[in-house]
């Protein structure tokens, strides 16, 4: 199978094709459709819409929804499990989690995540819906899934039930103290080396835990939505800091853990005035960042030298790669 990319944006879905002169437009799909997100496995590729959940079982040639069971429709975040590419989860808007163990043929509701998304008072600041589910990583059994102004949930039985991470409130009133994490989550990723690596971009910093999730310590204090650990190596990080909400937006790393930063903006001219990066993808050798303006840049990991990663095609909200 030649590698595919998948470009999610506000008017459908650009497919490219990996050639040895680099990537190639090779269709446009969805067209008309808002695509808040896409992920990929062997057998399928999932798009999330406002209007719920598209699926291609030819590589994105043909699409068809596939909304049984879905019963919240804005979907912000799609993912196939690490180990099981029949076994998919849709985060939304209003806060919730859907698990597909079909391939995306059929959706159920993780109604714990409900419950406490209720009785917490999950919220937005921009919308009236009660919170977002906007990421998920997992580690064989184990799982965490980022809440927008909510927390952090984590699951112990590969994704089927959901329970607040031990060093979460849940409560986005709460004040944040030493050892939880902040309740504005954004994102979440794990290590491959093990499942208690967790960190965790939020609006009131980056944090980190080495327990599951028990206990957390603040690695920089900002606003920010994404980062990168290295597969190979968990002290090297990648992110993406900003002032406030798009606000002073750039790119940092560190190679000691967190301990000490450098700027990772070779390439860019940086501080963005109006933007920051909103979400970042680890493709081959490359990380692939897509900014909040809709704009996506890519570099190599070794060197972070920054570079447009292809020529505009709408605004961008995400990108999946399939392929070896």
């Given at each position: 199978m030649d590698r595919r990319l998948f470009l999610a944006g506000d008017d459908g879905l650009t497919v490219l094709e990996q050639s040895s002169e680099g990537w190639e437009k090779v269709g446009r799909v969805l067209e008309g459709q808002p695509?808040?997100?896409?992920?990929?496995?062997?057998?399928?590729?999932?798009?999330?819409?406002?209007?719920?959940?598209?699926?291609?079982?030819?590589?994105?040639?043909?699409?068809?929804?596939?909304?049984?069971?879905?019963?919240?429709?804005?979907?912000?975040?799609?993912?196939?499990?690490?180990d099981d590419p029949w076994l998919a989860f849709a985060?939304?808007?209003?806060?919730?989690?859907?698990?597909?163990?079909?391939?995306?043929?059929?959706?159920?509701?993780?109604?714990?995540?409900?419950?406490?998304?209720?009785g917490n008072g999950w919220y937005l600041p921009y919308s009236p819906e009660a919170g977002c589910v906007r990421g998920f990583a997992f580690h064989g059994l184990r799982g965490y899934a980022a809440v927008e102004q909510g927390g952090l949930?984590?699951?112990?039985?590969?994704?089927?039930?959901?329970?607040?991470?031990?060093?979460?409130?849940?409560?986005?009133?709460?004040?944040?103290?030493?050892?939880?994490?902040?309740?504005?989550?954004?994102?979440v990723t794990t290590h491959p080396s093990s499942p208690d690596l967790v960190l965790a971009p939020t609006g009131g910093g980056l944090y980190w835990s080495e327990d599951g999730g028990q206990t957390w310590t603040e690695l920089y204090d900002c606003?920010?939505?994404?980062?990168?650990?290295?597969?190979?190596?968990?002290?090297?990080?990648?992110?993406?800091?900003?002032?406030?909400?798009?606000?002073?937006?750039?790119?940092?790393?560190?190679?000691?853990?967190?301990?000490?930063?450098e700027d990772a903006s070779s390439g860019l001219s940086v501080p963005w005035p109006q933007h920051m990066v909103e979400r970042v993808t680890q493709i081959g050798d490359e990380l692939w960042a897509v900014l909040s303006n809709g704009d996506l840049v890519a570099a190599p990991v070794e060197s972070l030298e920054w570079r447009?990663?292809?020529p505009k095609v709408g605004r961008l909200a995400a990108v999946a790669a399939l392929g070896a």
């Amino acid at each position: 199978m030649d590698r595919r990319l998948f470009l999610a944006g506000d008017d459908g879905l650009t497919v490219l094709e990996q050639s040895s002169e680099g990537w190639e437009k090779v269709g446009r799909v969805l067209e008309g459709q808002p695509v808040t997100t896409v992920s990929a496995s062997k057998y399928a590729v999932l798009a999330g819409t406002r209007e719920g959940v598209f699926v291609s079982r030819d590589e994105g040639r043909s699409w068809e929804p596939r909304n049984r069971g879905l019963a919240e429709t804005h979907v912000r975040w799609l993912s196939y499990h690490v180990d099981d590419p029949w076994l998919a989860f849709a985060g939304t808007e209003p806060a919730a989690i859907f698990v597909s163990e079909d391939g995306a043929e059929s959706w159920r509701a993780c109604p714990e995540v409900a419950e406490l998304r209720d009785g917490n008072g999950w919220y937005l600041p921009y919308s009236p819906e009660a919170g977002c589910v906007r990421g998920f990583a997992f580690h064989g059994l184990r799982g965490y899934a980022a809440v927008e102004q909510g927390g952090l949930l984590r699951t112990d039985d590969g994704g089927l039930s959901w329970h607040l991470a031990g060093g979460s409130t849940g409560d986005p009133e709460a004040p944040v103290l030493e050892g939880r994490i902040h309740t504005d989550v954004h994102s979440v990723t794990t290590h491959p080396s093990s499942p208690d690596l967790v960190l965790a971009p939020t609006g009131g910093g980056l944090y980190w835990s080495e327990d599951g999730g028990q206990t957390w310590t603040e690695l920089y204090d900002c606003y920010c939505r994404a980062a990168w650990i290295d597969p190979q190596n968990a002290q090297h990080i990648v992110f993406g800091p900003a002032e406030g909400v798009d606000s002073k937006g750039r790119i940092m790393r560190s190679t000691d853990g967190g301990e000490t930063w450098e700027d990772a903006s070779s390439g860019l001219s940086v501080p963005w005035p109006q933007h920051m990066v909103e979400r970042v993808t680890q493709i081959g050798d490359e990380l692939w960042a897509v900014l909040s303006n809709g704009d996506l840049v890519a570099a190599p990991v070794e060197s972070l030298e920054w570079r447009p990663a292809f020529p505009k095609v709408g605004r961008l909200a995400a990108v999946a790669a399939l392929g070896a």
